[in-house]
């Protein structure tokens, strides 16, 4: 369609003019030594060409037109021109911009913010006004304070679109250089790093995977932000304190339960996929202790029941209880390693055996008694590397260890599902026959007495823990 309007920058209309057209053109030529009005005149005549194969609408954006200009230089082989004419043209959107965060322009600048589901609206002050008072509750002068600062970021800048949450940063420091730092604080979107994003998305198997691992990469970040006491995060941040369940706040740590023995396998796995499935939704892992007859089943060759015991792997980890070694490890049917074995008493050569498979024993006596139930409701651990001797910054590893326990509790809130479970924590970094070890596990137990708490040492450090607290060492 031919174009017959052009709408200026303050909105107004002005009849479709080539000449003018053919007039910037010879600008850009001249700006690189070029004198050749008939040749400038010719370009024009292709542009108005290219506008009426691509527009759909008599009437065009003056933007639309110089981009025009833009595409048929190039096209034409005047790269030079096109440069010159691209290079004045951000010149003279800078100058509009600077003037206009002066007061002495109102018309808006050639900028489009793009919303998270693509959609472009044009720059607007009023636009502006209205998300600022209604999302950040602050009153008109104040908003209208923050644009103008916002606008002052983007005068020398020569983007033509912007994306919401790099305008939402720029409101953001706007508002700081305003004085609002509290307002800023507390209103500012919680925002996940884009490789963080990808790392996650890449690393999950399913979409409902990617979208839990980022939730709870942002209730981490809330968490350490805003309700961490900064001594806390600072040793959580640096890999010396790890707390199980920053990213997951609402959940306990671990639930251990084990399955009474029945003659029939089927009722005893589905009595275990009722427990696992229960357990889930309060807490962060969960451990099944199947009975020593579904082992024995499994020895027999009764295959039909890998299929549903690796399925009860995918809501816990599956322990099967041994009354002694086992052939079954020599043909081990369950992949992924979410399926190990429990036994009374520690043995040697059985715990060689599931090393070598990376597989963890679990023993004690306790597991093998009627409809037990073990919780822990927060899991910790300490990476007091290189602190041998060091007793004040032992001493500050145990004062935040047990301030981040007690947040971690009144997370929870009273629930009775959490009531009774064991607070844990395990040390790592130091040599087991060290006095420093000793003296930092009695620290521990002593603030956490002062506190109220109860605490125990474990030995043992979940592979999250150990991630974490290899921070330290990178």
Not at 154 to 160: C, K, P, Q, V
Not at 210 to 228: F, I, K, M, W, Y
Not at 276 to 298: F, M, N, Q, T
Not at 419 to 438: E, Q, Y
Request: with cysteine.
């Amino acid at each position: 369609m031919k174009p017959t309007t052009v709408v200026k920058r303050d909105g107004q209309l002005v009849p479709f003019d080539v000449v003018r057209i053919a007039h910037a053109v010879t600008r850009a030529q001249q700006a690189v030594g070029i004198e050749d009005v008939a040749q400038a005149e010719e370009l024009a005549r292709v542009v108005v060409e290219y506008l009426e194969r691509a527009c759909d609408q008599a009437s065009l954006g003056i933007e639309d037109v110089q981009n025009a200009v833009v595409h048929v230089l190039q096209e034409s082989g005047n790269y030079e021109a096109a440069i010159a004419y691209a290079r004045y043209r951000d010149a003279r959107e800078r100058f509009r911009r600077t003037r206009r965060v002066l007061g002495e322009q109102t018309a808006a600048p050639h900028l489009f913010v793009v919303d998270p589901d693509g959609r472009r609206r044009p720059w607007e002050r009023l636009w502006l006004q209205e998300l600022l008072v209604t999302r950040y509750a602050i009153n008109v002068k104040a908003a209208d304070d923050a644009i103008l600062q916002v606008e002052a970021n983007l005068a020398d800048s020569s983007l033509t679109q912007i994306s919401t949450p790099l305008l939402l940063s720029l409101i953001d420091a706007a508002l700081v250089r305003c004085g609002m730092h509290d307002l800023a604080a507390e209103r500012a979107p919680l925002r996940i790093e884009r490789p963080l994003a990808q790392r996650l998305l890449a690393k999950a198997k399913d979409g409902q995977q990617a979208v839990v691992a980022c939730g709870r990469a942002a209730l981490e970040q809330l968490s350490l932000t805003e309700r961490v006491p900064a001594q806390v995060t600072a040793l959580y941040c640096r890999g010396r304190l790890w707390i199980d369940g920053f990213d997951d706040p609402m959940r306990g740590s671990h639930h251990t339960a084990s399955i009474d023995g029945t003659s029939n396998p089927w009722q005893v796995l589905t009595q275990a996929f009722s427990i696992a499935a229960e357990a889930k939704r309060h807490w962060r892992r969960v451990s099944i202790v199947l009975p020593p007859s579904i082992l024995g089943h499994l020895e027999r060759g009764a295959n039909t029941l890998v299929e549903p015991i690796a399925a009860l792997a995918h809501l816990s980890f599956v322990y099967l209880y041994c009354d002694g070694r086992t052939p079954l490890l020599s043909s081990w049917p369950f992949p992924a390693g979410r399926v190990s074995i429990a036994t009374y008493n520690d043995d040697f050569l059985l715990l060689r055996q599931l090393q070598e498979m990376r597989l963890p024993l679990l023993s004690g006596p306790h597991l093998m008694q009627g409809h037990y139930r073990g919780r822990i409701t927060v899991e910790s651990a300490i990476n007091a590397q290189g602190l041998e001797g060091e007793y004040s910054q032992l001493d500050g590893l145990a004062m935040a260890l047990v301030a981040a326990l007690r947040l971690r509790l009144t997370q929870l809130g009273d629930s009775p599902i959490f009531a009774g479970g064991d607070l844990r924590f395990a040390i790592f970094g130091l040599p087991a026959t060290s006095a420093s070890i000793d003296y930092l596990e009695r620290q521990i137990i002593q603030e956490a007495l002062r506190a109220g708490l109860t605490v125990a040492r474990s030995s043992h450090l979940s592979e999250e823990a150990c991630i974490h607290l290899g921070r330290l060492l990178e």
